[in-house]
């Protein structure tokens, strides 16, 4: 029965949604560490009065170790990662901390599980560690061929949960998200920075001819999907999580636009998209599609998306209209702060 959550990475996007979510159940005590990088929202946490909050780098054994030790979770959920595919090509090293990090946190919940403890692991992994597929869709068990260092990165993590799940018998469940979009998401990413791009009359760059292809899912609805599979035996199961809106990243954008003339006054309404957009050279190892079978999880866990894309695009758009603050806020620290 789980009453301990460990969130890590509480103060990022799909994160501290996870936490709100939970939260609001009233029924599990949680602890959130995070190291604040510059792409974290570094108030997240004061907004969870009953959430233990820790600053602290995964990389930090002996400070997690304390924590972990101290708290004695049944479920440690493993969100925290550096995420952005443009800075892992500009920077690589840093994301060895996702995999070192993500070795700190198994090898300490060994420990609590050698000890008979009640505790289980799940890793919030990505479609990007299967690389890119021109048809079909990715498996639960596809091979990985990651591209980026950041992929790469996330799949170095997960190869180390299958083997401490394999080796040593740690309880671990591992799940491949498609790509998140809602409220808090970095400002960095694609649909924010296309409603920020519009709201402040600046052309965005888009890659390429913005034809790479991804599925998108709402948070909330990736968030349901991970809680459906938290009550379930951790046997080193791996779980697609996917969406069945699967478009090109220019009509996304198209979408986004046309969505956001409809809401917005302060721009002229047949302005075309063309104007908000700027083509720029593709970023190397680009992958092409990514698409997620993820019948299994429907079936395991009877889970169902609840919303439709205009549904959740809206909702998004909405909260991007009505937080400027936080907008503002995220400016100030993307200035101060590399990661
Ligand atoms: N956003 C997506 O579309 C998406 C899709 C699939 C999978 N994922 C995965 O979901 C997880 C969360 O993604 P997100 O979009 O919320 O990312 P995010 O970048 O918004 O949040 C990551 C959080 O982890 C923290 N963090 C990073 N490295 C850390 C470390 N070493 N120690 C402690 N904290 C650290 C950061 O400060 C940040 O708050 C990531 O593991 C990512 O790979 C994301």
Redesign the pocket.
């Known amino acids: 029965m789980i009453k301990k959550i460990l969130v ?2 509480g ?5 501290q949604n996870f936490i709100n979510f939970i939260s609001k159940k009233k029924k599990y005590k949680i602890v959130n ?5 510059g ?3 570094r108030n997240a946490h004061k907004k969870f009065k009953n959430v233990r909050f820790f600053k ?4 930090d054994k002996l400070k997690i170790n304390k924590i972990v030790r101290k708290f004695k979770p049944n479920l440690v959920i ?7 595919v443009d800075k892992s090509i500009k920077n690589s090293e840093v994301f060895l ?2 995999i070192v ?1 993500t070795h700190n946190l198994l090898s300490i919940c060994l420990e609590l599980h050698k000890l008979n403890k009640d505790i289980k692991f799940l890793q ?4 990007e560690v299967f690389g890119s597929i021109k048809l079909g869709k990715f498996q639960n068990n596809s091979p990985y061929k990651p591209n980026s260092p950041y992929s790469a990165s ?1 799949a170095s993590s997960d190869h180390l949960v299958r083997a401490f799940n394999k080796t040593y018998g740690l309880p671990t469940l591992t799940t491949y ?4 979009f809602g409220p808090y ?2 400002l960095e ?1 694609l649909i924010p920075l296309t409603i920020l791009s519009y709201l402040k009359k600046e052309k965005m760059g888009i890659y390429g001819k913005g034809l790479q292809k991804r599925q998108w899912i709402y948070v909330s609805d990736n968030i349901r999907a991970i809680y459906s599979l938290i009550n379930k035996k951790f046997t080193g199961r791996n779980f697609c999580i996917g969406s069945k809106n699967e478009m090109s990243n220019i009509d996304l954008v198209k979408k986004i636009i046309r969505l956001l003339k409809k809401k917005t006054s302060i721009l002229e309404k047949k302005i075309n998209y063309k104007n908000y957009l700027k083509f720029v050279k593709d970023r190397p190892g680009h992958d092409y599609r990514y698409s997620l079978d993820y019948k299994d999880l429907r079936k395991y866990s009877r889970w169902s998306e609840k919303f439709t894309l205009d549904e959740s695009l809206n909702l998004t758009i909405d909260w991007y209209l009505d937080n400027q603050k936080w907008i503002r806020d995220q400016e100030k620290s993307l200035e101060n702060f590399k990661y």
Do not use: P, R, Y
């Not at 493993?78 to 952005?84: E, G, L, R, T, Y």
């Not at 919030?124 to 479609?127: F, G, H, I, K």
């Open positions: 890590t990475g103060n990022g996007f799909i994160g560490i995070d190291s604040l990088t792409s974290s929202d602290a780098n995964l990389i493993n969100f925290a990662a550096h995420s952005h901390e996702n990090g919030v992994s990505t479609d996330k998200s498609c790509n998140n998401q970095h990413k």
